[in-house]
């Protein structure tokens, strides 16, 4: 049920009438990819300091 809400709020959003199962994991490996990117990235630039906060916190 959910499944087919989620394939028409897409539909809609995107001007598509039917979207494909095939599309619907398409999009959402490439929306994790961009994820994951954006967190590697952010993890890269402020991560070491994060870590270093938590690990000063914990103590």
Not at 33 to 48: A, P, R, T, V
């Amino acid at each position: 049920m959910s499944i087919n809400w989620t394939h028409f709020v897409l539909g809609k959003k995107l001007g598509i009438k039917k979207v494909t199962t095939i599309e619907l994991y398409s999009f959402l490996v490439m929306f994790f990819e961009l994820l994951i990117w954006c967190l590697l990235y952010f993890y890269n630039s402020h991560g070491y300091m994060l870590s270093e906060k938590i690990r000063i916190a914990k103590q």
